[in-house]
């Protein structure tokens, strides 16, 4: 099992920056893949952008390719999501979750593929 706590959310204006962290402890953070995904109010929770357990696959949501990096650092069991430019709608909680996987390259853009979850680090974007 792995536990994942997300942090350096906040308030910020519209072309700003933040990013988010998300430190894991428990089993062997090298061995999962990871997901970043987040759920505005009265919305379903929506990918946003994934990484493979190596860090050499990436996936992003088409609204945020291009503003946000997911990057990871297996030495620190750290994974980041660098978000720039940021937009009103990407006002949002933000989650990161593990899988475990087999495979160096796999990744999932599906939330169903996900079995462990943090609590969420709130973003708003003012415009």
């Known amino acids: 099992q792995v536990q994942l706590v997300e942090s350096g959310g906040g308030l910020v204006q519209a072309g700003d920056s933040l990013r988010l962290s998300c430190a894991a402890s428990g089993r062997t953070f090298s061995g999962y893949a990871m997901g970043w995904f987040r759920q505005a109010p009265g919305k379903e929770r929506e990918f946003v952008a994934a990484?493979?357990?190596?860090?050499?696959?990436?996936k992003y949501e088409d609204s945020v390719k291009g503003r946000f990096t997911i990057f990871r650092d297996n030495a620190k069991n750290t994974l980041s999501l660098q978000m720039d430019n940021l937009k009103p709608e990407d006002t949002a909680v933000y989650y990161c979750a593990a899988v475990q996987v087999a495979w160096g390259f796999t990744l999932y853009s599906d939330r169903g593929a996900y079995n462990y979850w943090g609590q969420g680090t709130q973003v708003t974007v003012s415009s």
């Open positions: 990484i493979s357990k190596d860090g050499g696959n990436t």
